[in-house]
């Protein structure tokens, strides 16, 4: 029998992000990017994962039978001072967990490279602000810092919607409600929570993932009635982001929405995780803000990802923040090497690249 007390000591004390349990193999524990067995474990057999199963789920009726309907279950734990997002699904008719360990401190803003323009946004009356980037590129813990600081600046009613509730806030100068979505919990459904929140008077709606068209309304009506609703997407860019928002709406119905999106958005910040030089992740950020020149090009019928990346780089007077910009400046500091710089980059944009580095190096005095 496997002691998942003891992988979880270790796995706390390594500082792993993520810990991966499946059949055949040690458990796997995510540091720094890197996948590193716990190799005084052994390797877990069927009978151990169904008792991990049970070690999680706790005799819990509702999980265990979503679990047994569905194949797969989110749930959080906790586990001395951390918390825990457990995901459990089958692999060959066998229990299959991903465990995503979450500190109970946040970091600093400050601390996590998040440019101060997206923080600034949250004092918007109202509006649309959204935080993307790839899975594990830290879309969380942005969010939960921006949470965290509004709770200690602003005097507002915050309704945050997650699935599961990973960071637990407590009410400081503002007033925090969290909710936890899916079957048998807080509310069914994202639309559902987003769409009730109208009813709470709240100031500020945070979607832990906007999926789907329903999300997505919702999301809009809320901005529309005069709420700051913060969300994440699963995209890879701010443009790609646009273009993910309109395409969630059939063809005929795509001009009127532009026309919301395009006055509703405020700022998009989209996010990579590299592995730095020193081995610790550093966050890369491309930041959008919504001036009159990209919401003209959001309304227009056909959306150019190019035109909005340029309209990025023309707007850096206003808080704007170019990817090229963002890797240039994290391989003059020193953070990245060369070839991780422009691996993030499309070969049409080197010369654009060395160019910005270029700059930036005589701008610092490094030449």
Same mark, same amino acid.
């Given at each position: 029998m496997v002691n998942m007390d003891k992988v979880l000591k270790i796995a706390k004390e390594k500082g792993a992000s993520d810990v991966h349990l499946v059949f055949g193999l040690k458990p796997m524990l995510r540091i720094s990017r890197d996948l590193l067995p716990i190799e005084e474990i052994e390797e877990l057999t069927a009978e151990d994962l169904n008792e991990i199963y049970d070690y999680f789920v706790r005799g819990n009726l509702e999980k265990d039978n979503v679990f047994k309907e569905t194949k797969k279950l989110d749930a959080s734990f906790e586990f001395e001072d951390i918390r825990l997002r457990v995901n459990a699904s089958y692999s060959d008719e066998i229990p299959t967990f991903t465990l995503r360990l979450i500190k109970n401190t946040l970091p600093k803003y400050e601390d996590l490279g998040v440019p101060d323009i997206v923080r600034r946004m949250t004092y918007q009356p109202q509006g649309l602000l959204l935080v993307t980037g790839k899975t594990n590129s830290g879309k969380t813990t942005t969010l939960n810092a921006l949470i965290n600081d509004i709770n200690e600046t602003q005097n507002k009613k915050i309704l945050t919607l997650e699935s599961p509730v990973e960071y637990k806030h407590t009410s400081k100068k503002s007033m925090i409600v969290q909710k936890e979505v899916g079957e048998g919990r807080d509310c069914?459904?994202?639309?559902? =929570?987003?769409?009730?929140? @109208?009813?709470?008077?709240?100031?500020?709606? %945070? *979607?832990?993932? &906007?999926?789907?068209?329903?999300?997505?309304?919702?999301?809009?009506?809320?901005?529309?009635?005069?709420?700051?609703?913060?969300?994440?997407?699963?995209?890879?860019?701010?443009?790609?982001?646009?273009?993910?928002?309109?395409?969630?709406?059939?063809?005929?119905?795509?001009?009127?929405?532009?026309?919301?999106?395009?006055?509703?958005?405020?700022?998009?910040?989209?996010?990579?995780?590299?592995? =730095?030089?020193?081995?610790? @992740?550093?966050?890369?950020?491309?930041?959008? %803000? *919504?001036?009159? &020149?990209?919401?003209?090009?959001?309304?227009?019928?056909?959306?150019s990802v190019s035109e909005i990346e340029d309209a990025i780089q023309s707007n850096l007077e206003k808080g704007s923040i170019g990817l090229i910009n963002s890797i240039a400046e994290l391989f003059v500091d020193d953070k990245i090497t060369l070839e991780q710089a422009k691996a993030q980059i499309e070969e049409k944009n080197l010369e654009i690249l060395n160019r910005t580095i270029m700059q930036l190096k005589i701008k610092k005095g490094n030449n």
């Amino acid at each position: 029998m496997v002691n998942m007390d003891k992988v979880l000591k270790i796995a706390k004390e390594k500082g792993a992000s993520d810990v991966h349990l499946v059949f055949g193999l040690k458990p796997m524990l995510r540091i720094s990017r890197d996948l590193l067995p716990i190799e005084e474990i052994e390797e877990l057999t069927a009978e151990d994962l169904n008792e991990i199963y049970d070690y999680f789920v706790r005799g819990n009726l509702e999980k265990d039978n979503v679990f047994k309907e569905t194949k797969k279950l989110d749930a959080s734990f906790e586990f001395e001072d951390i918390r825990l997002r457990v995901n459990a699904s089958y692999s060959d008719e066998i229990p299959t967990f991903t465990l995503r360990l979450i500190k109970n401190t946040l970091p600093k803003y400050e601390d996590l490279g998040v440019p101060d323009i997206v923080r600034r946004m949250t004092y918007q009356p109202q509006g649309l602000l959204l935080v993307t980037g790839k899975t594990n590129s830290g879309k969380t813990t942005t969010l939960n810092a921006l949470i965290n600081d509004i709770n200690e600046t602003q005097n507002k009613k915050i309704l945050t919607l997650e699935s599961p509730v990973e960071y637990k806030h407590t009410s400081k100068k503002s007033m925090i409600v969290q909710k936890e979505v899916g079957e048998g919990r807080d509310c069914l459904c994202y639309s559902d =929570g987003v769409k009730n929140s @109208l009813r709470e008077d709240c100031d500020i709606i %945070v *979607v832990g993932e &906007i999926r789907d068209r329903e999300t997505m309304d919702a999301a809009i009506e809320t901005a529309e009635a005069g709420h700051l609703v913060i969300g994440t997407l699963h995209t890879k860019s701010c443009a790609e982001t646009i273009d993910r928002m309109i395409n969630f709406y059939d063809i005929s119905d795509q001009p009127s929405v532009k026309y919301l999106v395009a006055s509703l958005l405020k700022l998009v910040v989209s996010q990579r995780l590299l592995k =730095g030089k020193t081995g610790k @992740l550093v966050l890369v950020p491309e930041v959008m %803000v *919504v001036d009159n &020149i990209i919401a003209g090009i959001i309304r227009k019928e056909k959306i150019s990802v190019s035109e909005i990346e340029d309209a990025i780089q023309s707007n850096l007077e206003k808080g704007s923040i170019g990817l090229i910009n963002s890797i240039a400046e994290l391989f003059v500091d020193d953070k990245i090497t060369l070839e991780q710089a422009k691996a993030q980059i499309e070969e049409k944009n080197l010369e654009i690249l060395n160019r910005t580095i270029m700059q930036l190096k005589i701008k610092k005095g490094n030449n």
